[in-house]
């Protein structure tokens, strides 16, 4: 029997030890379904807090309740090391770690490159390495696999590699990990039917493409797609204001036809782990093969440059009201990139706080799901939503609409509003 079909048995039988490199908003949700589906789940991560932390039962990913994570410690299915030698007791491991942009906005693989050569250290045959992170088409065969194979092993033969992109929609109550289709692409055939064999005891739907770089171009097809669309809109967002003409009365008017139209909506920014950085994987890669992606480009020109046209909102807001931005107080109602997470990262409110206490503005914020954060050395605190407070700022402008907010009140004790997610009148209107 080859090492494929043993995996493969393995795997229908729930005899496999799932190794998870990266345990943040990816990896921890993965490690439950796996465990769930009845498989041994070691979780490897760099951060001794965060380990610590995962040993102890507490859960620092907001998707993953704290009961979650005792259950698979009570069952004996999970347990979390920094201890990276002890990979070479899993059958298969799941790299999930992050993949930034550099400040040239170049791919950072470093991530990967490091759980690269921490696999290689402990790589024996009949393990299936599966990478999560999303990256530039190539990266698996072109990073991943020269590494691999310097151990002598043979990939298809000895060991299994494979790229199956994360879809984590943090937040979101109506589709997870499981439920979410997964798409698969294995550098040879048996490394795709071995991969797929390992992840259908957790997840409800496969998707198999022919190769990785098939299953990558996925991931930035889908990220893209939202980017250039949201580019649009915020651009016809643009367009209306300037011929006064209501932009969300003209989206939910267009929305209403049944065919050939999806209904984006237009906003302060791109924010999140994906689309604000995803498509500048896919434009780096063409640019090294003498492509420009024009439509990629662009959109990540408007949606960057959304957060100056709604900081000229709240001047254009205060100078109707007889005040300028410098020295004027503004409250930011919401500061993670989405409404109901307490995620930041590349939220457009960083963007338009740097932006109006550059001109001289003194802001606050609220966030109900952001008790406190520090950026560029400042470190700021969520203020209550009161009629006091929001009677006290001079514009109140909102960035994150969260459903837990009463925003009858904001619109009823706010001397001005500048409402970048027409929260006021979606309000009104449900």
Not at 9 to 21: C, H, N, P, W, Y
Request: hydrophobic content about 40%; overall charge negative.
């Amino acid at each position: 029997m080859s090492l494929a079909d043993e995996l493969v048995k393995k795997a229908e039988s729930r005899d496999v030890l799932f190794g998870i490199i990266g345990l943040g908003y990816v990896g921890l949700p993965l490690a439950v379904e796996l465990a769930n589906a009845g498989f041994r789940v070691l979780g490897f991560d760099v951060s001794e807090r965060v380990v610590e932390g995962l040993n102890a039962g507490h859960s620092h990913v907001k998707d993953i309740s704290d009961e979650q994570l005792g259950t698979m410690l009570k069952t004996g299915r999970f347990t979390a090391t920094v201890d990276g030698t002890r990979l070479r007791e899993a059958d298969a491991i799941s790299i999930c770690v992050p993949t930034p942009l550099s400040k040239f906005k170049d791919p950072d693989v470093s991530y990967i490159v490091a759980a690269t050569e921490t696999v290689k250290r402990v790589l024996r045959p009949g393990q299936a390495i599966i990478l999560e992170s999303t990256t530039y088409p190539g990266t698996t065969r072109e990073i991943m696999l020269p590494t691999l194979e310097s151990t002598g092993l043979k990939v298809g033969e000895h060991f299994f590699l494979a790229f199956s992109p994360e879809r984590v929609d943090p937040g979101n109550t109506s589709f997870q990990t499981k439920n979410t289709p997964k798409v698969v692409g294995g550098i040879t055939a048996d490394c795709r039917r071995v991969v797929m064999a390992l992840y259908q005891p957790a997840i409800d739907t496969l998707v198999p493409v022919s190769t990785t770089e098939a299953a990558e171009l996925v991931k930035l097809l889908e990220n893209t797609f939202r980017s250039v669309n949201i580019g649009l809109v915020n651009e016809m967002a643009i367009v209306c204001d300037k011929l006064g003409v209501d932009v969300w009365e003209v989206i939910e008017a267009a929305a209403t036809k049944p065919f050939g139209f999806m209904k984006f909506t237009p906003g302060p920014g791109l924010g999140g782990h994906c689309i604000p950085i995803d498509p500048h994987y896919l434009a780096w890669k063409m640019r090294s093969l003498n492509y420009k992606t024009r439509f990629i480009d662009l959109a990540g020109e408007l949606n960057t440059e959304m957060p100056v046209f709604w900081v000229r909102k709240v001047g254009d807001a205060l100078n109707s009201v007889g005040k300028a931005v410098r020295g004027s107080s503004v409250l930011i109602i919401g500061v993670a990139y989405k409404k109901d997470i307490e995620d930041l990262r590349e939220s457009p409110a960083l963007d338009i706080i740097r932006l109006l206490e550059q001109q001289g503005a003194k802001v606050t914020y609220h966030d109900p799901f952001v008790p406190a954060f520090k950026e560029d050395g400042h470190a700021y605190a969520s203020v209550p939503l009161t009629a006091q407070t929001v009677r006290a700022a001079d514009c109140v402008m909102i960035v994150t609409d969260h459903s837990s907010i009463d925003y009858e009140m904001v619109g009823a004790a706010a001397p001005c509003v500048v409402d970048t997610r027409n929260a006021l009148r979606r309000r009104k209107l449900a």
